[in-house]
């Protein structure tokens, strides 16, 4: 039955079952109880019975007992003393032969200690194998064996410990003489090299071969260098150390030999490249100001030598320590970051000396690990890049030296009084002219101070631009198309700019742009003696095919140009300073009789600057001639149609005219020779016919005969000459000519206004139609 039927009163009859069945088991476990309990009553009884006679038995026991101990006592103390005798002699016998087998082994321990001691860690290590491999197993099962056995791994852990710390201070060592050993190297290097370059040299010159390009120039600095290279290298012939001289490599060898006999050869190898690979990382970290000396990019070179050097010979003398592989790996790792660092740092440099010293740097570091067998193409394309950077820092050096030869001429012919100062200054440029030569002295250049200078400077930066393609095995073509092309760079870019900065300056007046534009003219022709120059120093033809032209011609051109236009408008400026000064009396009744004072100064300067034009270029003076005369006209025809003049006298225009004829005596009287016929006149023809029409008072005929080819006015414009008519009619204003014509002449006004109608019209017809 379950307790959890769902039925009334479930869990009640469930108890009281429960109930009665613990009732019965209760009388059943009574009835067993009282059946066994006399049993039990029974057998306590039987064994106090025999408690007592095994008390007696026992001690009985005990008696006869201790009477076989005391009889037998003598016996046992006699046997006792011989089986000591006989354990002891047996066991005297088993110590000499044990000792004999362990003398030996201690002997050989002790060697291996005397070892440790005298630090021979190789012969300890090698004691330790015949220790482990013959001595030890026979004598395998004493203690002190065992102890030894044990002791024995930590003695090998103490020989690594200690030769792994020496090659720690090996390694710490070489880290702090590396920059030592590389510039023992480089300098090594320089000298081998130094010595083939003259050789080279004396067989160029027994030769007959052009000796500019073979990796010197032939200055005399540089020959003297030589000579003091070679003195230092013969006083210290005998002190030439090499790798071995400067670094103990013993610690290395040990180490690996003691990790090769430990069977962890392994582990000294990987130890050891990783440790020289984070070695390598910290000198490949350029310290952050080594741009601003030569020393700190020598440092910087030297340490990373002094590292490759110490390399190579590790993987020449050992076997497997490095190997070819990993050095080619690391040399690229390193070649990569050397030429980020560089390319880097060089961009700051500013000077081109130490843009040269580094190149010079980064020849001689290429060369010296190129003789170790490292390859180092790719840093002589770095040196491309730095010699692009190298020509930039020239450019700006010599923008400099320009604008101070600029600064400090006096933009006059250059004088000579003597034949010593005129082959002077033929030796400096190369100047041809057999009239000058001709002369007597004293006499004058047509160039001023600063051709000369430029024109040495020019050189000089050829000269300076070479020096970067020395030691860079390039051939001499592509020497020769470098030196051309920087030099174009200095022409086109430097020497424009400057030239063009200078043509616009305030202070340049007409003069100098004359001077200027004479002195571009001879420095246009000097361009062929600089590629003459070229060509002498890289023995190449001009008439090679890719041979690259210097593009003098055009830049000076440009500048010639630029002056030219520079004098047209600064002539028309000072024009514009004298017209300014012009002060006409508009209302006078009659003319001075004479031209005015300020056109009379205007046209004795025109007179004094075209003379000194004649030693320009025929058309640039024409032109220049021509333009100055347009703008004055300009001017004056401005000054009349001027909106705030309001009233203009016949007397004035009279006055204005006698000025006018002046200026057409200047321009028939050729200030500049070149003109054909009356064609400078012609600049002033608008004003002729305008002042003509007034003069002469011909509106009939000029009304008449408008817009005819053959009109005797006909450039005259409508809205000019009714401009200029209504200033002089107006009859409010004292003075004017027409008050009269009100009171005596009353027609003459009617007719004046008619043409005034006439002209409005003809104005307003024209706007129509336009």
């Given amino acids: 039955m379950s307790v959890y039927d769902d039925q009334p009163n479930a869990h009640k009859k469930f108890m009281e079952k429960l109930d009665a069945c613990i009732r019965n088991h209760d009388k059943e476990i009574e009835k067993m109880c009282n059946f066994h309990h006399q049993g039990f009553v029974d057998a306590i009884t039987e064994l106090l019975k025999v408690r007592t006679d095994a008390e007696k038995l026992k001690v009985q026991v005990t008696d006869t007992n201790q009477r076989f101990q005391d009889a037998g006592k003598e016996v046992i103390v006699q046997t006792e003393d011989i089986i000591r005798c006989r354990i002891q002699q047996r066991n005297i016998t088993t110590v000499v032969e044990k000792l004999q087998l362990c003398l030996p082994v201690l002997e050989m321990y002790s060697k291996l200690k005397e070892q440790m001691s005298a630090k021979r860690y190789y012969s300890a290590l090698k004691t330790m194998e015949q220790l482990e491999n013959v001595f030890f197993p026979r004598v395998s099962q004493y203690r002190f064996c065992q102890l030894m056995i044990e002791n024995l791994p930590k003695l090998r852990e103490d020989i690594k410990e200690i030769s792994m710390s020496d090659l720690k201070d090996f390694l710490e060592s070489i880290r702090k003489h590396s920059d030592k050993i590389g510039e023992t190297a480089m300098k090594q290097a320089q000298q081998q090299k130094t010595f083939s370059v003259v050789l080279q040299k004396q067989n160029n010159i027994r030769f007959g071969k052009n000796v500019y390009i073979n990796d010197r120039i032939p200055e005399e600095r540089n020959e003297v260098e030589l000579k003091c290279g070679f003195e230092e290298e013969d006083e210290n012939e005998e002190e030439v150390l090499t790798v071995q001289d400067l670094v103990d490599f013993s610690p290395v060898y040990r180490c690996l030999h003691i990790h090769s ?199 000089e930066f050829i000269y300076a631009s070479l020096k970067f393609s020395e030691s860079l095995h390039r ?64 023995n190449i033809s001009q008439e090679t095919v890719h041979t690259t032209r210097l593009y003098g011609l055009s830049t000076f051109k440009d500048a010639r140009h630029a002056a030219e236009g520079e004098i047209y408008t600064k002539l028309n400026q000072k024009i514009d300073e004298f017209v300014q000064l012009a002060d006409y009396d508009w209302t006078m009744s009659e003319p001075d009789g004479r031209a005015s004072g300020y056109l009379m100064d205007l046209i004795n300067f025109l007179r004094s600057i075209f ?51 002046q200026c057409e005596l200047f321009a028939s009287s050729e200030p500049v020779p070149g003109f054909q016929g009356d064609t400078l006149q012609l600049a002033f023809i608008d004003l002729r016919q305008l002042l003509d029409l007034f003069m002469v008072w011909d509106w009939s005929t000029y009304l008449a005969d408008y817009g005819q080819p053959a009109s005797k006015y006909l450039r005259v414009n409508p809205n000019t000459a009714l401009t200029l008519l209504e200033k002089m009619k107006d009859t409010s204003k004292k003075n004017n000519i027409f008050a009269q014509f009100r009171k005596n002449d009353r027609d003459k006004q009617k007719l004046i206004e008619t043409v005034v109608k006439q002209l409005r019209s003809l104005v307003n017809g024209m706007s129509q139609h336009t």
């Fill in 475 to 538: 051939s001499s073509t592509e020497i020769d198309d470098m030196l051309r092309k920087s030099t174009n760079l200095l022409l086109t870019r430097t020497l424009s700019s400057c030239l063009l900065n200078l043509i616009r300056k305030p202070h340049i007046g007409l003069t100098e742009l004359v001077q200027i534009i004479i002195n571009t003219t001879h420095l246009e022709q000097a361009c062929k003696y600089l590629e003459d120059f070229i060509t002498n120093i890289t």
């Fill in 261 to 459: 006999v430990l069977g962890d050869e392994e582990t000294f190898e990987n130890y050891y490249r990783k440790q020289r690979k984070k070695q390598a990382r910290l000198v490949l970290q350029p310290q952050s100001n080594m741009h601003e000396t030569v020393d700190g990019y020598r440092r910087y070179f030297t340490q990373i030598v002094g590292f490759f050097v110490v390399e190579d010979h590790i993987l020449h003398v050992t076997q497997g320590l490095v190997t070819r592989a990993y050095t080619d790996e690391l040399w690229n790792m390193a070649l990569s970051k050397i030429i980020a660092v560089l390319r880097a740092h060089s961009s700051y440099c500013t000077d081109p000396d130490v843009v040269l010293e580094l190149k010079n740097l980064i020849v001689i570091f290429a060369d010296t690990l190129q003789g170790y067998g490292f390859p180092v193409n790719r840093l002589f394309d770095l040196l491309f890049e730095i010699r692009d950077q190298y020509n930039e820092t020239l450019l700006k050096k010599w923008a400099g030296v320009f604008r101070d030869i600029f600064e400090e001429d006096n933009y006059s012919p250059i004088p000579i009084v003597n034949e010593e100062e005129y082959k002077v200054v033929i030796s400096k440029f190369p100047f041809q002219d057999p009239d000058l030569e001709k002369q007597s002295f004293p006499k004058k250049f047509p160039m001023s101070q600063s051709v000369p200078h430029i024109y040495i400077q020019v050189k």
């Fill in 611 to 661: 003379q000194v034009f004649t030693h320009l270029p025929g058309k640039v003076a024409q032109t220049a001639c021509m333009s100055a005369c347009q703008h004055l006209s300009t001017s004056l025809m401005q000054m009349l149609l001027d909106s705030e003049l309001k009233q203009i006298s016949m007397g004035a225009v009279q006055q204005f005219n006698l000025d006018v004829i």
